[in-house]
Antibody
Framework: EVQLVESGGGLVKPGGSLRLSCAAS????????MNWVRQAPGKGLEWVSS????????YYADSVKGRFTISRDNAKNSLYLQMDSLRADDTGVYYC??????????????WGQGTTVTVSS | SYELTQPPSVSVPPGQTASITCSGD??????ACWYQQKPGQSPVLLIY???KRPSGIPERFSGSNSGNTATLTISGTQAMDEADYYC?????????FGGGTKLTVL
């Protein structure tokens, strides 16, 4: 079964750090570009970052640029998001999502169940 | 920055056709995707490359994209289709989502 499982969410104080992980299974992880997408409570979806299959291309939303770092370990079938200098408006559910057929042209076809990040003092 | 605009809500009687629009500057020159999200669940890809359906997505879901508007059409809308729907496109290697449309089947 193709699956993505996020972990690492939790409660953190403003200015703090958190590292999210996404474990992939059931497909050849190293062949796919991946994304992080978040959703604030009661709000819509917001793309956070993407990384190509071999980490050659990395992109960030302006809202997280300079604070978040996306990475992956293809040997461990894992995607990561290092989040530093966290702010209250970073609160939400964070999803990892796969680019279908390994390209952003085909949409994000597999999503994890999400991990919740709460930034509050 | 690029923006995609959706109506906040759309209502449709059961069995009828629902249309959800997504507007953006020259959106027709880009590929549009559509996602469905039900309460407490992760998003599901409904449409990619404007009009293609992933395997397992019912035929009643269809899409089009031309000019400045992409449209998701749900034919024979069912109660189970009540959900939030999001359009998405790429702009300069940045993914952009629309604000979402809540579809009510009543």
């Amino acid at each position: 079964e193709v699956q993505l499982v996020e972990s690492g969410g939790g409660l953190v104080k403003p200015g703090g750090s958190l590292r999210l992980s996404c474990a992939a299974s059931g497909f050849t992880f190293s062949s796919y570009s991946m994304n992080w997408v978040r959703q604030a409570p009661g709000k819509g979806l917001e793309w956070v970052s993407s990384i190509s299959s071999r980490s050659s291309y990395i992109y960030y939303a302006d809202s997280v640029k300079g604070r978040f770092t996306i990475s992956r370990d293809n040997a461990k079938n894992s995607l990561y998001l290092q989040m530093d200098s966290l702010r209250a408006d970073d609160t939400g559910v964070y999803y990892c999502a796969r680019d279908q057929l390994g390209s952003s042209d085909y949409g994000m076809d597999v999503w994890g169940q999400g991990t919740t990040v709460t930034v509050s003092s | 920055s690029y923006e995609l605009t959706q109506p906040p809500s759309v209502s449709v009687p059961p069995g009828q056709t629902a249309s959800i629009t997504c507007s953006g500057d020259k959106l027709g020159d880009r590929y549009a995707c559509w996602y469905q999200q039900k309460p407490g669940q992760s998003p599901v890809l409904l449409i990619y490359q404007d009009s293609k359906r992933p395997s397992g997505i019912p035929e009643r879901f269809s899409g089009s994209n031309s000019g400045n508007t992409a449209t998701l059409t749900i034919s024979g809308t069912q109660a189970m289709d009540e959900a939030d729907y999001y359009c998405q496109a790429w702009d300069s290697s940045t993914a952009v989502f629309g604000g979402g449309t809540k579809l009510t089947v009543l």
